[in-house]
């Protein structure tokens, strides 16, 4: 054997062979450590952008998209254990300067899409501009009184009064920073030009009902996006989207219908199932069913986990408090059980008129299966006796009616995307300032509680406070607690870096192939 | 569906005297087996609407979780749907959503369209002039639209959704008993009321509108299925019948999620429905053969 | 002919103004507005509303803005969208091209069928090849759309996943929506189609021709097909402009970004621009479809241009 090798002929291709099996095999592992770069991910959200004035967004799908085109102050992340921190993104450093002031220093070199600077100027303009032509801007920069430019790089934010969750507020796609040049371009004339960020991808195109895309910025100032275009297909039925994500028409799906997962699942599909911020309830109107006894009675006939477990497929967990568990200033109340005995007695006790028809409104396509849990609830409380007339409206028309209070029982959901107490809890049940408690509830305690607690700076106490206005709110009954929804979202195979946060934002801008 | 004026002609004053001779009708109607079929699906839906509440083996809207899309059983004939009610109650008692379409179109489009119809046709002149536009206004907009703007402003419930099915269908009698009314204005009989002093509303709803009964009563069976489906199309588009209400189209609303794991809450209703859609045409083709023997060839 | 012709431009003109102010008056008329969608649950407060209404020029009063409007609309400027600024003129014309596909198709695909079905049917009158055609041509336009529409994406996109059940790309993306429409179609051609040859087949001058000796050829085709086919086009040309109207709830169905869906999907979000400027352009397009069948039937039949005078019929 050993004299068959020595001769040339057979000893030179060998080890040409040697070579090549070699040079494959560095090939392959090479391309195992660095993770391949992607040339287009394709995902579909259930819908479409709304506005292409990202200030003017108040929905998740647009803010998503532009989320990825522009920049915040501050990035939230969410480590192993699922709880948020706050870092700082455009911000090199901050400090408080007393209660009511903050001094934030911005990062030097950052450049919008179209050159210019990103500096103190387009902070100031973006936290103007926002609240004058966005409710969202409006709401998480309503405690903020003035913005003073210090110098190119420095900014002061004056408070109306002292604000504890203002960073989280930052990290908010709606307080991302635009360029001064669009400052007073309405958003009725607000064109795909006037679309310039400064983040980690440039708005190419937007074709409503069919796509948008997006290009990598080549010249981001932070960590270059590893993938080249990002196409977002909005496909409004849900069927339709799965089919699409099976038939690799996309590479990510969200919003997967829960009857739907295991299919994907035998398919080999990569499944994200988490707990959302997003608290599904439905509103009591205060006024027309004053007896609390009468709401606790509502609450103990309706079966909560029957709900989650056969309509949700258990992709989703029962509310212990008004808000999710994710949040800052969650606190573990209780459910009311499951009832129906309790609940006759109840409303017998209140001497509750058996013939008075109670009028439950409820969206349609707006939430989760939000017509079956509608439809569940009505049949749970027609089971007590109740008489309950359903009436679904389609989204445009049950707006005017929820918020001029002109139910008796709505169906409402409410993310709190800041993760902070204060945005779940104080337009919901303040009584005075509450933006949405279309239910009019009024407790002067919880009002007070709520109060306090804005402007506590101390997080210890910030926690005790919130705990005590919860219990007073879970007694109170103004809702009929329900549940707090999962996300669901399906990507192909093999698709790994792709962040999917509780607060409904995905994360595409470092995107790998495994 | 439409027909045209040629096809519907004048031959339907016959039907009136043939009506009357209910065993000749019967006869007639039930002659081929197709026809059969279809008058016994129309008395079904008559037979189960009035009995629906003894017949079902279970109700229409209590929910029952535990139960959710079920496929058919022996417990549950045609299975489940999405909130665990038995679809076959919920389809025997969509029976009754059936009827009151069909009728509550027919009270508001017939008098409606009938009425403008004779007058128009039989005055002339401005009025004339302004119901043709009128018509022309409504005919023009495809009636998806018309009856969904009106539900939409409205408000989504089956009396609307059904008062807009009628107000969109108007235009079709109006249009019809106009030209009837033209060709018939001419007539003998006519001119011989006239000179025994008969006004002119006596003229058209003593004299005229009897001889209009026929082609009125078959546009009048198309329009109903038509209405059937267009109160069904409007459910399915989430304007529509109210839960619990099991109208059919609305039942297939609530199901289209669910097309891959539960086809059957999608097709059965489905099924149902086109079932009564092809009894109620065929019904309404063996009426219009009756009118006269001649058209039985068509 | 050309009087005719100017009369029934004449009788355009106030149709088109009449449906003008019936869509605005509608759409104004839909409970909430597109501020309300943009919000959400978010409802703003009164000042920042106030600022949106007078942005949209939704604060007026509903008389001032129907007539500035109508000027705009004569003017050339139909609006934009309000959710994406996109003139809508342009989005309309968009979504038509799309819609216009879907109509081709749908109408050459029932026109090939229902024609053949009927034809067949007429020449076997009785017999049991014409009881089952003339049975499937009444199930094809007893079928309600939308169950169709879903049955067929079950069985071609659920099952065995050979055509797309949704959106708008290739060739594969037509076939199931057309062949939806179609279905309900030609049921209606095809039983025209054999009501319209039987009618012909037993008039006199039919049997005439053929007493005189002429070729079986010349007797189908000058006779009875020329006129057989008088009613059928017109129905086909009338049913091209209402489906050039957009198939709305087909369209729905299938996610297919067409004329009809875009109109349905402005009502559900208020969008008012483009919900009166998408049913003027619908309406627009179907007066102009039945003008211009009328116009043909009308040439071909003199005694309809003195019969019709001065009404529609």
Known sequence: ??????????????????????????????????????????????????????????????????????????????????????????????????????????????????????????????????????????????AVKAIGVVDKQTVVIGLKAPFAPLIAHLTHPSTAIVPPKIADIATKDFAVAHIIGSGPFKFLEFVKGERTVLVRNEEYWGEKATVKRIVWKPIADDSTRVTAIETGTVDIATHIPSHMVKTLKDKKFTIVDIPSVRTIFMLINTEKITD????????????????????????????????????????????????????KALLAEAKFPADK????????GRYLQDREVAEAVASYLRAIGLKV???????????????????????????????DADYGLHPLFHSTAGTVNWGKYKNTKVDGLLDQAK??????????????????????????????ENIIVAMKPGLKNVEIQPIERWVLTYAAKS | MRLSIQELDTKGRVLMHRLGDTVETLRFLTKSRIS????????????????????????????????????????????????????????????????????????????????????????????????????????????????????????????????????????????????????????????SARAIGAGGGRIMFRHILPNLTGPIIVQATFNATAAIISAAALSFLGLGAQP??????????????????????????????????????????ALRDYMDPRMKLL | MRGYLAKRLLQAAPTILGSILLVYGIARALPGDPITVMFGELEPPPEVREELEKHLGLDQPFIIQYFIYLRRIISGDWGKSIFTAEPVLEFTLRRFQATFELTILSIAIASAVGLAVGFASAMRRDTPTDKVLRLASTAGFSMPVFWWGLLLILLFSVQLGLLPPMGRGGFQHLVLPALTLATFISGMIARLTRASMLEVLTQDHVTTARA???????????????????????????????????????????????????????????????????LLFVVIVILITNLIVDMIYAFIDPRVRYERAGSYA
């Open chain 1, 1 to 142: 054997m050993a004299k068959m090798l020595r001769r040339p002929k057979v000893l030179v291709p060998l080890i040409i062979v040697a070579i090549v099996i070699v040079g494959f095999a560095a090939y392959y592992v090479t391309q195992l450590a660095v993770a391949p770069p992607l040339e287009e991910l394709v995902i579909s959200q259930k819908a479409d952008l709304t506005t292409i004035d990202m200030q003017a967004a108040t929905d998740a799908p647009t803010l998503n998209v532009f989320g990825h085109v522009y920049d915040t102050l501050f990035k939230i992340k969410f480590d192993e254990k699922g709880a948020p921190y706050f870092s700082p993104n455009l911000v090199e450093s901050y400090k408080q300067i007393n209660s009511t002031a903050w001094q934030f220093t911005l990062k030097s070199g950052v450049k919008f899409h179209d050159g210019t600077p990103l500096d103190s100027t387009a902070v100031k303009v973006s936290f103007e501009r926002g609240p004058k032509v966005g409710a969202l801007p409006r709401t998480l920069l309503g």
């Open chain 1, 292 to 343: 609390a006894k009468v709401r606790q009675a509502f609450n103990l006939a309706v079966d909560k986990d029957a709900i989650v477990s056969k309509i949700l497929l258990g992709a989703g967990s029962v509310s212990t408090a008004p808000i999710a568990p994710a949040i800052f200033g969650y606190s573990k109340i209780s459910a009311y059980e499951y009832s129906p005995d309790k609940a």
């Open chain 1, 357 to 364: 028809e109670i009028v439950l409104i409820t969206p349609t």
């Open chain 1, 389 to 419: 007339k359903t009436e679904v409206l389609e989204w445009a028309a049950y707006i005017p009616r929820a918020s001029r209070s002109e139910f008796d029982i709505a169906v409402l959901g409410w993310g709190t995307v800041t993760m």
């Open chain 1, 455 to 484: 402007e506590e700076a101390d997080t210890a106490k910030r926690l005790s406070i919130y705990k005590e206005a919860q219990s007073i709110i879970m007694s109170d009954c103004p809702w009929i607690f329900l549940y707090v």
């Open chain 2, 36 to 191: 059969a079929f279809a008058f016994a699906v129309v008395v079904g839906i008559l037979v189960l609407a009035t009995t629906a509440d003894l017949v079902s083996p279970y109700s229409y809207h209590v929910a029952d979780l535990a139960k959710r899309l079920m496929p058919p059983s022996l417990h549950h004939p045609l299975g489940t749907d999405q909130l665990g009610r038995d679809i076959l109650s919920r389809i025997i008692h969509g029976t009754r959503v059936l009827l009151y379409v069909m009728s509550m179109s027919l009270l508001v489009a017939l008098p409606l369209g009938t009425v403008l119809g004779l007058l128009s046709g039989f005055y002339g002149g401005v009025i004339d002039h302004v119901a043709s536009r009128i018509i022309d206004i409504l005919l023009s907009f495809p009636t998806v639209f018309l009856a969904l703007a009106i539900v939409a402003v409205m408000g989504p419930s089956l009396e609307n959704a059904t008062l807009a099915i009628g107000i969109s269908q108007a235009p079709i009698y109006m249009r019809l008993v106009r030209g009837q009314v033209l060709s018939e204005r001419e007539r003998l009989y006519v001119e």
């Open chain 2, 244 to 285: 619990p209400t099991p109208c059919w189209g609305a039942m297939l609303y609530e199901a289209k999620d669910y097309l891959r794991t539960a086809p059957h809450a999608i097709a059965l209703p489905g099924l149902a429905l086109f079932i009564v859609a092809y009894a109620l045409n065929t019904f309404g083709e």
């Open chain 3, 212 to 278: 005189k000796g002429l070729s079986e050829t010349v007797v189908w085709t000058k006779h009875v097909l020329r006129n057989a086919l008088i009613p059928i086009a017109t129905f086909v040309g009338l049913q091209f402009g209402t489906l050039l109207g957009g198939a709305a709830i087909t369209e729905t169905v299938f996610a297919y970004p067409g004329v009809g869906k875009m109109v349905v999907d402005a009502i559900f979000t208020r969008d008012y621009p483009v919900i009166v400027g998408g």
